[in-house]
């Protein structure tokens, strides 16, 4: 081949890969989710972009050649080595796993993690991830699932109360579900919001005090 055609090759190859790496460098930096490079074997973290040290609280110079491990990013220290092994299961990418992150303050943050470990760093394995934080959504679905629960058991009583109640001919006490026999008082008090206020009625008064005017 001619020499001029091979310096050309060489030099629309150096171009290209300049484009490709300003391109990623533009996507990862700017990207709104959580982007990291860390090596595989340790952790060791490679570059974060700007979403990463806002959510985490951690300046850049803090998390740039440390380890998240060593650095307590993971809530539970053994669930970065799960994530590896899912990665490595599924050929090299594993997409939308839920994890829990600590920040910085010790708060923890809910994402959803991604990552691939198609890339080679000093000859070494390194894996990208992306994070999305779900933590205000995770939030509003548990608050969701108590306000259904409780949504429920307050139909339940409802229910309760508007059904047929075995309820004794001679003391008036209500039988429950397991047999067991409650005051009349009792069972409508844990059964509902009702409480009571004890008085006399004008004939229980004339019967309990016939020597009084009312």
């Given at each position: 081949?001619?020499?001029?055609?091979?310096?050309?090759?060489?030099?629309?190859?150096?171009?290209?890969?300049r484009?490709?790496?300003?391109?990623?460098?533009?996507?990862?930096?700017?990207?709104?989710?959580?982007?990291?490079?860390t090596?595989?074997?340790?952790?060791?973290?490679?570059?974060?972009?700007?979403?990463?040290?806002?959510?985490?609280?951690?300046?850049?110079?803090?998390?740039?050649?440390?380890?998240?491990?060593?650095?307590?990013?993971?809530?539970?220290?053994?669930?970065?080595?799960?994530?590896?092994?899912?990665?490595?299961?599924?050929?090299?990418d594993?997409?939308?796993?839920?994890?829990?992150?600590?920040?910085?303050?010790?708060?923890?943050?809910?994402?959803?993690?991604?990552?691939?470990?198609?890339?080679?760093?000093?000859?070494?394995?390194?894996?990208?991830?992306?994070?999305?934080?779900?933590?205000?959504?995770?939030?509003?679905?548990?608050?969701?699932?108590t306000?259904?629960?409780?949504?429920?058991?307050?139909?339940?009583?409802?229910?309760?109360?508007?059904?047929?109640?075995?309820?004794?001919?001679?003391?008036?006490?209500?039988?429950?579900?397991?047999?067991?026999?409650?005051?009349?008082?009792?069972?409508?008090?844990?059964?509902?919001?009702?409480?009571?206020?004890?008085?006399?009625?004008?004939?229980?008064?004339?019967?309990l005090?016939?020597?009084?005017?009312?």
């Amino acid at each position: 081949m001619d020499k001029n055609k091979v310096n050309e090759q060489l030099i629309k190859e150096l171009q290209e890969l300049r484009e490709s790496e300003q391109k990623f460098s533009m996507a990862f930096y700017s990207s709104p989710c959580l982007m990291a490079i860390t090596r595989v074997d340790d952790g060791l973290i490679s570059d974060v972009n700007d979403a990463y040290v806002k959510v985490t609280g951690y300046r850049r110079d803090e998390l740039v050649g440390r380890s998240t491990v060593d650095i307590g990013l993971w809530e539970q220290p053994d669930a970065r080595h799960g994530f590896i092994d899912k990665v490595k299961e599924s050929g090299g990418d594993r997409r939308n796993l839920e994890v829990r992150l600590r920040t910085k303050s010790g708060s923890i943050r809910t994402v959803l993690l991604s990552g691939s470990h198609n890339l080679t760093l000093a000859n070494e394995p390194h894996l990208i991830t992306i994070a999305t934080d779900i933590t205000k959504r995770k939030q509003m679905e548990e608050e969701r699932e108590t306000l259904l629960a409780e949504l429920k058991e307050a139909l339940h009583k409802i229910k309760t109360l508007r059904g047929i109640l075995p309820i004794c001919a001679q003391c008036k006490r209500i039988r429950d579900s397991v047999d067991e026999w409650h005051s009349l008082e009792k069972y409508i008090r844990d059964h509902s919001d009702t409480d009571f206020s004890h008085g006399i009625c004008p004939e229980c008064a004339k019967d309990l005090y016939p020597d009084i005017k009312l």
